[in-house]
Nanobody, 122 residues
Framework: QVQLVESGGGLVQPGGSLRLSCAASGFTFSSYAMGWFRQAPGKEREFVATINGRGSSTVYADSVKGRFTISRDNAKNTVYLQMNGLKLEDTAVYYC???????????????WGQGTQVTVSS
């Protein structure tokens, strides 16, 4: 049974940092691309970042490029999202997802976590 459990969300001031973690179980973690998506109130879920199974290739949304870093530790079955320089518009529920291929689209990701809230506010 696939499980994805996000953690690390919280309240942070503009310009601050957070690191999200997503612990995976129930599948061969290193064989799957992992993605981070987010959903703000009243908006559609949007792509943030993705990383391939080996961790050798990453893709970022333009809105987070240069501020966020996705990484993974296959020995720990965990994917991370380091978020620096947070802005008010980064406020959202952040979800991790597992997919067969790297994609900026939601469709290839078949399994999702429950999400973790990130609130950027002064």
């Amino acid at each position: 049974q696939v499980q994805l459990v996000e953690s690390g969300g919280g309240l942070v001031q503009p310009g601050g940092s957070l690191r999200l973690s997503c612990a995976a179980s129930g599948f061969t973690f290193s064989s799957y691309a992992m993605g981070w998506f987010r959903q703000a109130p009243g908006k559609e879920r949007e792509f943030v970042a993705t990383i391939n199974g080996r961790g050798s290739s990453t893709v970022y949304a333009d809105s987070v490029k240069g501020r966020f870093t996705i990484s993974r530790d296959n020995a720990k079955n965990t994917v991370y999202l380091q978020m620096n320089g947070l802005k008010l518009e980064d406020t959202a529920v952040y979800y991790c997802a597992a997919g067969r291929s790297v994609s900026t689209n939601r469709k290839p990701y078949g399994d999702w976590g429950q999400g973790t809230q990130v609130t950027v506010s002064s």
